[in-house]
């Protein structure tokens, strides 16, 4: 998968084995980015961004935790969905993902 | 017709399935992901080309085993993949799937729910790039993907072996901290060598291969802190020897072992028993998985013990449940194998130790909850004779530490260990978050369909 080449910005995951699926294409915080059918949103944000949210007392970055769907900790904003965990959901194609509450929806 | 309802499509769940379905019974199999294999055999996303031989070498064969069998099982039974059960209540299990929710009746039901990372609250552990130990190993078995380039395995548990040599087999560079010390493991080699001989020359096999390596791997040490602003940088920790340290790195996979996941049990009556040596409670069941009512439970969820020892628990439960409805079963030799298992297990929770003091002293600045953002002191302060709060689910309720979104998961070990130190209570039996329906956040739409809200 790939960044906007505009603004590469630094990954967190480390992808070593390929997804062969179809591409799929998202917009993450209005950046452009393609997936592979298969990647769990979390791996297909993580793999462009060094995080996933910001956290709602704190305002500390967070890039999930427990990676089984357990903790909570990298739940997202989709444009068409409630919050959700990154985790456990996997890409759609034209899927809207934001790191932050988008405007015009409720935190 | 008896409906069976089993939760959770790990080796203990697909065991205890496979069991019933031979012997004729109607098998509902309940799993909150998309395949089956639990944590242990998590297989790879649809279309992800992870060589599976390379990432398990000798346990490759087991994961193969374990998916074809449930190849031959899927047609026989009532499968509800992507499927969350969030409460059981009165005779049902209520389900959510796909953003509708049910309530299944159910005459017997049996509980696999698997275990999750339990966790040492520290300084820095809320920073990105510190993963539980268990999802660094889930996120490159399912997405083939690695937590970081340079990653530090650290905690205290058996899995911090496997999963640094996995990772190092992917090519990151892999640090090993192991808060237990070399003592400790030592100490327990003579009941672990009695009790599964083979197991543990696994498990040496893989420091072994460590070492061999060059990876730096440090034992008896004590973890200060994760370092980093908005992403880790480095671990800070002291060696057995009273030096402090820093290792630089992208990533960390941190566990002290693992936590059964009771929830569900607790809520479907089971009573919970203490479990002095790894101090956590778990699911009172008998030596079979019986926790009485048509109840039983199996696995990591009733007992932390391993794939193994998850797959025999479930054929117990599952010829338990058989026995109770009247038909004849033999148990042959698996409840001494069993037996031996957890024994194996208890030696593995003395040379891979829960730091409990540790967690009693946390600084009162750090994190405890990282839901909700509650730190040691503010639990300590609610703790205080004159406020009240004398007991766990007190103090949750006063601080709102355990009330986020995991429910405690995370938070509840660390908080109870706190709240017993500050009552001066530490050598009694923990008090423990009490489980709460839903066992996980559900969007409150799919909830609202039914008519008998509970």
Redesign the interface.
Known sequence: MAAAPSDPPRQRLLRVAACTGPEVALVVDGQAVTAREGESVLSAVLGVVDHLRLHEVSGELRAGFCLMGACQDCWVWFADAPRGRACTTPVREGMQVFTRPPPGLLP | MTRIVVVGAGPAGVAAATLLVERGADVTLIE???QPGG?VWRA????????MDRLLRGDSEGFRRFHAGFAVLRPRIDWRPETLVWNVHGGTVQIVAGGAQQALPYDALLLATGA??RIAPIPGW?L?????L???Q???K????????EVVFCGSSPLLFLAAVQYAR???AVTVLDTTPLGAKISAVPGLAASAPRQLAKGIGLMAALRRQGRPMHLGVTLLGFEGS??VTGVRWRDARGVERVTACD?VAYGHGLRP?SQLAEIAGASLRFDRLRRFHAPEADALGRCGNGLYVAGDGAAIGGAEAAEVSGRLAAMALLADRGESVEFGALPERLARLRRFQDGLARAFAWPHAQVAALADGVTVC????ITAGEVRAVLAPQLGAAEVNRMKAATRCGM???QG??CGHAAAEITAAALGRADAPLDRLRAQPPV??L?I?SALVEDDWP
């Open positions: 909150e992901r998309a944590q790879p996303a649809p279309g992800l080309a992870l060589d999750t990372d809320t990105p790039g510190v993963f539980a268990g999802g660094a889930a996120v490159l399912d997405q083939g993907c690695l937590i970081g380039r992917f090519g990151a908005g992403g990533a996941e990282r839901c909700e953002q986020g979104r995991c998961r995370y996980k956040p969007p739409a």
